[in-house]
């Protein structure tokens, strides 16, 4: 049945939503209208839902970003309009919120650098504006540090050598 959800006439694809193998229902998912795909965004199975969250249209993703998987929901992150971005700020995943942090508006940069995990607060200084680097001059990861450096305004590096050299 999930060889022939590839061949079967796209009319008939809908009676294979229900079928309760989900490697009918994900073939059927790569073939199925954008429209009828929204009756598989809570399909019990995982797989189902990441085929659903790569072909959806991103406005219609807003259900999606919810999903009791980190894999779906990293897949609606990428996907998702700019301005869906901040509902996903506080996901439990630090792999979604860095991809947050890689897409998010400019304005919102400097509550993503306050994040717990330090890959988050290195994504977010990667893009943030050198004058708003000095949020991070002081964060415990070297890693964060070191992009901060790498870009931080001039005036602000001596406090960074100051902590290298061991000065207070």
């Known amino acids: 049945r999930a060889v022939a959800a590839k061949y079967v006439d796209v009319f008939q694809l809908p009676q294979l939503i229900l079928d309760p193998d989900e490697t009918v229902r994900w073939s ?68 979604v919120r860095c991809t947050v942090a890689s897409r998010i508006g400019d304005t919102w940069l400097p509550a993503m650098a306050k994040d717990g995990d330090a890959a988050v607060r290195r994504e977010a200084a990667k893009r943030m504006k050198a004058w708003q680097l000095i949020l991070l001059l002081d964060d415990p990861d070297w890693r964060v540090r070191y992009e901060v450096a790498s870009r931080a305004e001039r005036s602000h590096l001596g406090r960074l050598a100051d902590e290298y050299l061991g000065r207070s």
């Open 28 to 95: 059927a998912a790569l073939r199925l209208p954008p429209k009828q795909l929204l009756t598989l965004v809570c399909d019990p199975h995982r797989e189902v839902r990441i085929r659903v969250a790569s072909r959806l249209d991103p406005h219609d993703l807003g259900g999606m970003i919810g999903d009791p998987d980190y894999y779906v929901r990293q897949v609606v992150v990428r996907r998702i309009p700019e301005n869906l971005l901040t509902l996903m700020m506080q996901d439990e995943d630090p792999v």
